[in-house]
């Protein structure tokens, strides 16, 4: 399979950063949003992302207008059919995602690739809206995706070996990302752990033990973390973070995926973390901690 | 014997077509945008009017064929068929250790380039590409591998080594390789024809100054010395490259701006050198322009560029012990007049004596631009690496017949 066109589906961040990352790559990319307010806003803020990039020195002027020049603006799922693989990056709800897959099964011939970056939902559930469910498979990117170079690819119950095989390929020689092997299960291997770890760190919290800087900066220094649970959480967004907890919890019925009621009172109070502004730290618009 | 030479990059390919009768060029050209829907196929055919075509060229094999297809085009060709070409000579970034001299291509070279990958991982994969695409091509047609890091094989131990953990170079063959080094090579020896001294009594230090740029000292005719290191980063400023700095500033200024390495590796190779310094420009003749509009920071990088350009000559003719030679090539170095002039002016202490007539003096052909009782002779020598390339692959391909 030749990979050249790459059709991403959903201009939220994860469709920013996966198109901006492929077309920095050398991919051609066809970008699809609703609206043409959409598409633009999802078009400046990768062209801001880039600046950002350029600022930090990561690309040159002809880089970022190389990598622009590689994104089209689509407004219709119809305009997909000459692409050599789809990647949806709609936001989490289950009917959404399968009226996107039921509409690229009709569209995309039926040997091309059709992947989903939910980091949650049921692949096989997915896969239950196409014709063709062998095609479809996971592919869960993190973000910043420009700077995690790690892909969680996830076989749903009828991913074939060859869509398997191929998805693995683009993730590794094509996108140059270290692709990890996950059967379906809620949360996979990233969102599981670190949302049990985030939970945890919580509950510390509640009970008195230490306070939120400490918490951070004890599993920061001393086990070698980028940022500590707490930070990560705003980082996610608490609302995510509730989320897939309850949704783990949900599916597995185990307590210890219960979202700690310290979460839920922040999210009740609209203190979201890095996006509102402010979650158990504080921040700038930038993102930077105060 | 006709011989087309082969430059591949990533996404672009250059070509010239000799007939080695009489070292003349058939025709030259360039493919640019490989991998993208619209490629652009520019061709020169000697004598006769560039043709330009674009076309969908999504990778090298059938850059290759189109390529040949213009070769023995009915119109715009210079040859009859694709058979009259003998050989094929691919230009190759990085030899190791394993290639002191051209190769041919067979299975044990191709895996030794494939070895290399690490040490220049956006060049050799490139020039691995032009060789597969040219076999695939031209099946049978012998080829050959030219090294740029080749000529500098023979420097000592004491100049390729650095002075840090010798298990690096142990394990990873941390260590100088240089670059350059075919038209280091090509110009040292242009340079003893030009004087018609022997070239095994000379003390010369080339400078290849163009975008990139690189000091080697030869002597006796090799290579003992020269200022690119494991990567093209080390050593003089470059347009857009750091050239030589503290290792420390590397590890401070990644925690101070929480830089990762590609971006370590970007800011030192595409945003430092002439266009940091000025702001303006990587390219010496805007820097230039500027400076004499008197614009404040082109100065200072026009001055820093020198400046360490000069001190490499310096510490090149003591690692020699003295120099006869000094030899001025590749963009910057065969047309900046002014360049040459303020670099030769302070080396008066070596016996240095510019005549700044001949210094201003264009042309294509070898010149030397001291006065008669200058001490060291400074040259201009175009380069030509092409035409190494050309007759490293004629050579090899004649003896291995």
């Known amino acids: 399979m030749f990979f050249k066109k790459i059709g991403v589906v959903g201009g939220g961040t994860m469709g920013q950063g996966i198109s901006q990352m492929l077309a920095a790559k050398g991919l051609d990319v066809l970008l699809v949003e609703h609206t043409t307010e959409k598409l633009d806003h999802a078009y400046n803020m990768i062209e801001t992302n880039l600046d950002k990039q350029l600022e930090k020195w990561a690309i040159t002027k002809a880089e970022k207008k190389l990598i622009l020049s ?103 020689e094509v996108a140059d990302k270290k692709g990890v092997m996950i059967y379906e299960s809620p ?9 049990l770890l985030i939970n945890e760190a919580l509950h510390v919290l509640q009970e008195g033990v230490a306070s939120a800087e400490d918490i951070d900066d004890a599993m920061r220094i001393g086990y070698n973390f980028q940022h500590g649970p707490l930070e ?48 158990f730290f504080k921040y700038d618009k930038d993102g930077d901690r105060l | 014997m006709k011989v087309l030479v082969i430059n591949a990059g990533s996404s672009s390919l250059k070509y010239q077509l000799y007939n080695m009768t009489d070292e003349s060029v058939l025709a030259k050209g360039l493919v640019e945008r490989i991998g993208m829907d619209s490629s ?12 330009t075509e674009v076309s969908e060229i999504l990778e090298h094999t059938t850059a290759i064929r189109k390529v040949i297809d213009i070769l023995t085009d009915k119109e715009n060709g210079v040859l009859g068929s694709v058979d009259e070409i003998q050989a094929v000579g691919h230009r190759v970034v990085h030899g190791g250790e394993a290639f002191k001299e051209s190769a041919l291509v067979d299975d044990a070279s191709k895996a030794e380039i494939r070895r290399l990958f690490d040490l ?58 240089g670059a350059h080094g075919t038209s280091h090579d090509y110009v040292s020896k242009a340079a ?79 945003h430092s050198g002439l266009l940091a310094i000025s702001g303006i420009s990587s390219d010496m003749r805007e ?39 000094i030899v001025f090539t590749a963009g910057v170095g065969e047309n900046s007049v002014v360049l040459r ?14 005549d700044e007539a001949l210094n201003a003096i264009r042309s294509g052909e070898p010149r030397r631009i001291t006065t008669a009782n200058s001490k060291v002779d400074v040259l201009v020598v175009p380069t030509n690496e092409e035409l190494v390339i050309a007759r490293d692959t004629h050579r090899i391909v004649l003896n291995s017949l």
């Open chain 1, 187 to 195: 949360g996979f291997v990233t969102s599981r752990l670190i949302c």
């Open chain 2, 192 to 270: 003893a024809e030009y004087l018609d001294r022997p070239l095994e009594d000379l003390k010369i230090i080339t400078c290849h100054v163009g975008n990139g740029g690189s000091v080697t000292a030869v002597q006796g005719g090799v290579s003992v010395d020269t200022s690119m290191g494991m990567t093209p980063l080390e050593g003089l400023m470059m347009g857009t490259r750091s050239g030589d700095l503290d290792p420390a500033i590397v590890p401070y200024v990644m925690n101070k701006e929480e830089l990762s390495v590609s971006e370590v590796n970007s800011m030192l190779n595409k």
């Open chain 2, 120 to 177: 220049a991982p956006l060049h050799n994969p490139a020039a691995m590409m032009g060789i597969r695409a040219a076999e695939a091509n031209m099946p049978g047609v012998p080829q050959v591998m030219v090294f740029d890091t080749a000529f500098h094989q023979t420097m000592p131990e004491k100049a390729y080594l650095y002075a840090i953990p010798r298990v690096l170079y142990k394990k990873y063959k941390v260590r100088r390789y």
């Open chain 2, 287 to 325: 820097i230039t322009e500027g400076m004499e509009a008197g614009d404040a920071n082109s100065t200072l990088a026009f001055e820093m560029y020198e400046y360490r350009l000069r001190k490499y000559i310096g510490s090149y003719a003591a690692a020699m012990n003295g120099v006869d030679v």
């Open chain 2, 341 to 354: 002039q303020k670099v030769c002016e302070q080396l008066t202490y070596l016996g240095v004596e510019l």
């Open chain 1, 70 to 172: 590689r994104i089209t603006k689509v407004a219709h799922l119809a305009e997909l059919g000459t692409c050599d693989m789809v990647i949806e990056t709609i936001s989490e709800d289950l009917e959404a995602k399968k009226a996107v897959f039921s509409q690229l099964d009709q569209v995309c011939p039926s040997n091309v690739i059709l992947a989903s970056n939910t980091s949650t939902l049921s692949l096989t559930e997915l896969a239950s809206s196409t014709k063709y469910p062998e095609r479809v498979i996971g592919m869960h990117f993190i973000h910043p995706v420009s700077r995690v170079d790690l892909v969680e690819i996830i076989r749903g119950l009828k991913t074939s070996d060859t869509t398997f095989a191929e998805t693995r390929r683009f993730v590794e």
């Open chain 1, 232 to 279: 990560m959480a705003d980082r996610f967004g608490l609302d995510s973070v509730e989320a897939a907890l309850e949704r783990m919890f949900r599916e597995f019925g185990e307590l210890k995926y219960r979202p700690s009621t310290v979460l839920k009172k922040m999210v009740r109070a609209g203190h979201l973390g890095v996006k509102t502004g402010e979650g």
């Open chain 2, 40 to 51: 652009i196929l520019t061709h020169k055919p000697t004598g006769r009017e560039d043709v």
